[in-house]
């Protein structure tokens, strides 16, 4: 009985042969056939044989059956994942439910304690990204600035005017370090993405009032950040990816030929993240100016670490508000700017344009609503520390910071380009870097595997946390302070993970990671990537 449908299926399947291929029906299979020649030869040229496969799973997906099987398949996958990136774990003190009378104070700091023993440490140097430390000392006036303003919420700017204070400073500091000229306006935020998140808001609705556009569309070199694509995914804006050139820098040429009617503001990066590379942004202000478009210049990344590069003496051209075409920036106070996540700054050139970022609503029973930002109740504690950072810092710490950060990178660089296989991609600035393979018998990779200890062939004592990347292959590292202890060590244990892994077979991650990256289809990878989170996140 089990063969039964299959059976019918076939019978049906023979009788439409027979009908088509019939001569009342000859001229359809022939104009049939000359079509998906037609269009397979239009998608080839478009987007090579990389789109012919991806419209061809997509095809797959869609028919009966198949994509049940591949969802099955990437729901599995995707367990394997999760299950090769957490091998390490152990969560002792987790509490799923709450107890009946609470628990003890000490108690409740031992746990904590014990949760913070599975975190990576940026102290320690081990992390290449992510945590943004300068001294035990700064984390106290940290500690000291968001407790004072603990409960503090900057929902309601008169209830709390310290808080409004702070903030108007925070902007005005950053803002005067970028070159703004007066009649700048901004505001703090939590965190780069919700800079991003503001400034593609703005712009959409800057197009919309002034210029008719109801299809927005932004310009972004590929190497951009993927909040803007978050951004535009939220907001209804399309994203028009222009390429870039030799050296990872934007292509203005490409992105000239980007813009259209819709555009409604083109993005460069200082630097963008994958890389650490500064784009041609004097070129990309030019261009902005020619074709009357709004230019954002994302400095989340480098934005306190550029001016005093800058002041130090490295090369770097005018990334900032200089430029006449540069309309608004971001940048993270919580990166290169020390402090305590989140705290970030979208700045823009005039007042006039930050009125598009704000949200008004007068209808509501509960009184009067107007918000600045995304969130609605933010809290005190991380616009105190940002302020009491760049208080207590001033130029001359964040000149010292960047000094030690660029000694670090320097030596980094040059360590790294003498490992035979290795090379530094492209001219980074010195706050990060990225570093692939030169040698097909080196998978950059496995060498990543190698540096976590994740792999038989790991030299002892290696526990590195890398940042892998794609596009081509490499490791990202973002240098801080705390990588001016560790850089002997960290070259040093580079060199024997590339010796050891030169010629061998790839590891287990890279192996997974290097086929999520040659998927055809983004939509398969981005249907694994949202099952691994579903699966990190997932209620024991």
């Not at 909040?227 to 050139?245: I, L, M, P, Q």
């Not at 210049?297 to 550029?306: E, I, P, S, T, Y």
């Not at 900032?320 to 940048?331: I, L, Y």
Request: hydrophobic share 45%; aromatic share 8%.
């Amino acid at each position: 009985m089990a063969d039964a449908p299959q059976a019918g299926m076939q019978n049906v399947w023979d009788h439409l042969g027979k009908v088509v291929s019939s001569s009342g029906f000859r001229w359809m299979e022939h104009a049939l056939a000359a079509a998906a020649v037609v269009t397979v030869f239009h998608i080839g040229c478009k987007e090579g044989w990389q789109g012919i496969a991806k419209r061809a799973l997509r095809g797959a997906r869609a028919l009966p059956g198949v994509g049940g099987a591949i969802n099955r398949e990437i729901e599995q996958s995707a367990s394997e994942a999760v299950s090769l990136l957490t091998k390490e774990e152990t969560v002792a003190a987790s509490v799923a439910e709450l107890s009946k009378e609470g628990v003890d104070t000490t108690e409740v700091l031992a746990k904590l304690q014990a949760l913070k023993a599975l975190d990576g440490s940026g102290e320690s140097g081990e992390l290449c990204a992510y945590v943004y430390t300068l001294s035990a000392e700064h984390d106290r006036l940290l500690e000291e600035a968001t407790r004072i303003f603990l409960h503090e919420n900057a929902l309601n700017p008169v209830v709390f005017p310290a808080l409004r204070t702070m903030e108007n400073d925070v902007v005005a500091m950053t803002a005067r370090m970028l070159h703004a000229e007066d009649g700048f306006a901004g505001s703090v935020t939590s965190g780069g993405t919700e800079s991003i998140l503001l400034a593609v808001k703005t712009y959409r609705d800057w197009g919309r009032a002034t210029r008719g556009i109801t299809d927005p569309s932004i310009v972004l070199p590929e190497t951009g950040h993927p909040a803007f694509e978050k951004a535009a995914h939220y907001f209804g804006v399309r994203v028009v990816h222009s390429a870039v050139d030799k050296d990872y820098r934007a292509d203005i040429r490409d992105m000239r030929a980007k813009i259209d009617a819709t555009t409604v503001c083109i993005v460069v990066s200082a630097p963008q993240y994958p890389h650490g590379i500064v784009d041609p942004i004097q070129r990309a202000s030019d261009l902005a100016l020619e074709a009357d478009v709004p230019l954002h210049v994302d400095a989340c990344f480098g934005g306190f670490a550029l001016p005093f590069l800058e002041k130090l003496g490295c090369e770097i051209e005018p990334f900032d508000f200089r430029n006449r075409g540069v309309t608004s920036m971001s940048a993270d106070v919580h990166k290169f700017g020390f402090a305590a996540k989140g705290a970030s700054v979208v700045v823009y050139r005039t007042g006039e344009l930050r009125r598009f970022q704000f949200f008004a609503y007068s209808a509501w029973p509960g009184g009067l609503f107007a918000s600045p930002t995304v969130l609605g109740s933010r809290g005190g504690g991380p616009i105190a520390g940002a302020w009491a950072s760049l208080v207590h810092l001033g130029e001359s710490g964040l000149m010292q910071a960047q000094r030690v950060v660029m000694y670090t990178a320097e030596k980094l660089i040059a360590g790294i380009n003498a490992i035979e296989g290795l090379a530094v991609v492209g001219k980074p600035a010195l706050c990060a870097l990225a570093f692939q393979s030169t040698d097909e018998s080196v998978d950059i990779l496995t060498v990543a595997d190698l540096m976590e200890g994740a792999d038989a062939r790991s030299p002892p004592g290696t526990a590195w946390k890398m940042e892998r990347q794609q596009f081509p292959a490499s490791i990202h590292m973002t240098i801080m302070p705390a990588h001016a202890r560790i850089v002997d060590k960290f070259l040093a244990d580079l060199a024997a993970c590339v010796a050891a892994c030169r010629g061998g077979a790839k590891s287990e991650g890279a192996a997974m990671y290097g086929m999520a990256a040659k998927i055809p289809d983004p939509s398969m990878t981005e249907s694994f990537l949202g099952a691994v989170l579903d699966q990190l996140y997932k209620q024991k």
